[in-house]
T-cell receptor, first 109, second 118 residues
Framework: GQNIDQPTEMTATEGAIVQINCTYQ??????LFWYQQHAGEAPTFLSY??LDGLEEKGRFSSFLSRSKGYSYLLLKELQMKDSASYLC??????????WGAGTKLIIKP | GAVVSQHPSRVICKSGTSVKIECRSL??????MFWYRQFPKQSLMLMAT?????????EQGVEKDKFLINHASLTLSTLTVTSAHPEDSSFYIC??????????????FGPGTRLTVT
């Protein structure tokens, strides 16, 4: 079956750095997405990786290793507004998005 | 970027009534739209995938006669929850996928509809 694993919850301190990991086993791979979702709101797009390596976009970076079935989202200079759930999703061979359960990130002052 | 709207944002209805939720892509044509349901503190659950002009494909366990989906145009899809019951209370989110663009398989999400059935 298809499976995406990410930690359920993480806690970090304002101003610090946090890395949220995602491992996947899917039927085919056509890219990996990271979305941010604040409580009571719809997800918003953060990043898309289809090739191995690191993609940097401001305070957020996303890394992909296709051979390892592994990705991480790196958040730097954490702000209180970064408290949210972070969803990892893989586009499979049928171009369907397979969603992880999400990682709830709690930022403490 | 691509914008998707959803209406209404919140709705409260009585048990046994039907509720229609609209999802519109405002500045692009969406050949495919997705309907998700999300219960509190849980991840997104895909309910169905709809392609313009054809019948929706429902995920296992989702009753197609209860959740009616119509994707009549490239910018509009509707989800009708028929004979709603309290257990249908949830956050319903639609997303749309365009026909072209940098990420032609990226899904653009609407703001969601909070349904409460009393």
């Amino acid at each position: 079956g298809q499976n995406i694993d990410q930690p359920t919850e993480m806690t970090a301190t304002e101003g610090a750095i946090v890395q949220i990991n995602c491992t996947y086993q899917t039927s085919g791979f056509n890219g990996l997405f990271w979305y941010q979702q604040h409580a009571g709101e719809a997800p918003t797009f953060l990043s898309y990786n289809v090739l191995d390596g690191l993609e940097e976009k401001g305070r957020f970076s996303s890394f992909l290793s296709r051979s390892k079935g592994y990705s991480y989202l790196l958040l730097k200079e954490l702000q209180m507004k970064d408290s949210a759930s972070y969803l990892c999703a893989v586009l499979d061979s049928n171009y369907q998005l397979i969603w992880g359960a999400g990682t709830k990130l709690i930022i403490k002052p | 970027g691509a914008v998707v709207s959803q209406h209404p944002s919140r709705v409260i209805c009585k048990s046994g009534t039907s509720v229609k939720i609209e999802c519109r892509s405002l500045d692009f044509q969406a050949t495919t739209m997705f309907w998700y349901r999300q219960f509190p503190k849980q991840s997104l659950m895909l309910m169905a995938t709809s392609n313009e002009g054809s019948k929706a494909t429902y995920e296992q366990g989702v009753e197609k006669d209860k959740f009616l989906i119509n994707h009549a145009s490239l910018t509009l899809s509707t989800l009708t929850v028929t004979s709603a019951h309290p257990e249908d209370s949830s956050f319903y989110i639609c997303s749309a996928r365009g026909t072209s663009g940098d990420f032609s398989y990226e899904q653009y999400f609407g703001p969601g509809t909070r349904l409460t059935v009393t």
